[in-house]
């Protein structure tokens, strides 16, 4: 089957389409990805030369008495326009989109086809794209059972977030460690803020530094572009062990030398964390659409998962207390890891392209 799978805009959409276009793939179906025009798009899907991908334009809804929804109305007509273009040649046997108004286009084109159409939730509340895209497709597939009180009209299928392929498998913690130049005699501390990073993040560890320079510990440290410079600068002038990088594209290394994590808490990481069986410390974004990544954390602190953290209560010395406690509580975070491995089903993209084929054989069926 052909398949349009429309994931672009942040790392949460675009590396959750990847890993189902990838099931596709060893399946013997044709997906096409839509992405956004986002720089992260860009980077995150340069090597990837085995899928064809299609850039639409993006931008989130205003309110509907702001006088930026003419504008927004504008641009989805023009990337309705470029669908309809991309699917008649195309020809799509259904339409799977993985959140963002990136998805309304693709999903809204499929629906006036009348072919199968599918939006994926991974957080525990969905954001207004999914809440208007739901409206339009035969089924939501979620990431977390909580999320399926807030589509009571819907056909909901609890799938989990899916997981890219590269990332499913474990590299031996001695070789991954090895990979960033660090030691084995030290516990590893990931330390990430999602696909683009977080500034709150970085700059709370760097403030920590001082009192964590005489711990057994290392880190790693994804930054995001902007604050790469800085963050090398400061663990070199406070001497900790340290491999920092604005983005990392070999994240199963990253999470194979890991002992714990400090992390956002979208969905797309807590599935990777939980693959992993990563005891962290989260932290949710403060300004996440509908508060989603703080409702997201709960779930894993219900499940003593991990320890959830609210970045405006952070100060240096409460940072280090809770780093030192994770070092200092290895039973701790042996039942945190194995509680962890259990929130997320390693085969969450199989499972969405199994619902796929089953609606799409459906519907042949009913042709015929």
């Known amino acids: 089957m052909k398949v349009a799978i429309a994931g672009g805009g942040t790392g949460g959409h ?45 931008i989130g809804m205003p309110k509907l008495l702001s006088p930026a929804i003419f504008g927004f109305i504008k641009r989805f007509r023009e990337g309705v326009g470029a669908v309809r273009a991309i699917y008649k040649k195309f020809q799509p046997d259904a339409v799977l989109g993985m959140g963002g108004f990136t998805s309304t286009a693709p999903i809204y084109a499929g629906m006036r086809r009348k072919i199968p159409t599918f939006v994926h939730e991974s957080n525990a509340i969905p954001g207004k794209a ?65 696909s683009q990073g977080a500034h709150g993040i970085n700059e709370s560890i760097i403030k920590s530094l001082p009192l964590l320079k005489n711990l057994p510990l290392q880190i790693i440290h994804l930054t995001g572009a902007e604050d790469e410079q800085p963050a090398m600068a400061n663990y070199r002038r406070e001497n900790v062990p340290a491999h920092v990088a604005a983005f990392c594209h070999r994240m199963e290394e990253a999470y194979s030398a890991a002992d714990f994590a400090i992390s956002r808490s979208g969905a797309a990481s807590l ?9 962290s410390l989260l932290i949710p974004f403060p300004h996440a659409a509908e508060n989603h990544q703080a409702l997201n954390a709960e779930i ?12 405006s209560k952070i100060t240096p010395e409460f940072l280090a207390e809770k780093i030192r406690w994770m070092l200092d509580q290895p039973a701790r975070l042996q039942t945190m890891s194995e509680r962890v491995r259990r929130l997320a089903p390693d085969d969450a993209a ?19």
């Open 350 to 368: 199989a499972r969405v392209v199994d619902v796929i084929e089953h609606a799409v054989n459906a519907c042949a069926g009913g042709k015929n």
């Open 300 to 311: 894993f602190e219900r499940q003593n998962a991990a320890v959830v953290i609210e970045q």
């Open 271 to 279: 599935s990777e964390l939980s693959h992993f069986g990563l005891p």
């Open 14 to 58: 675009l590396f959750p389409a990847l890993a189902v276009a990838e099931v596709m793939l060893e399946r013997g179906h044709e997906p096409l990805i839509f992405i956004s025009e986002k720089d992260i798009d860009a980077l995150a899907t340069r090597d990837r030369t085995e899928f064809r991908f299609e850039k639409l334009p993006g």
């Open 130 to 194: 999914n809440k208007l895209n739901a409206r339009m497709t035969d089924a939501v597939l979620l990431g977390f059972e909580d999320c399926a009180n807030f589509f009571p009209r819907s056909r909901c299928e609890i799938t989990g977030t899916p997981i890219r392929k590269s990332l499913m498998q474990r590299v031996p913690k001695a070789d991954a460690v090895a990979a960033f130049g660090l030691e084995n005699s030290r516990k590893t501390l990931l330390v990430m803020g999602g």
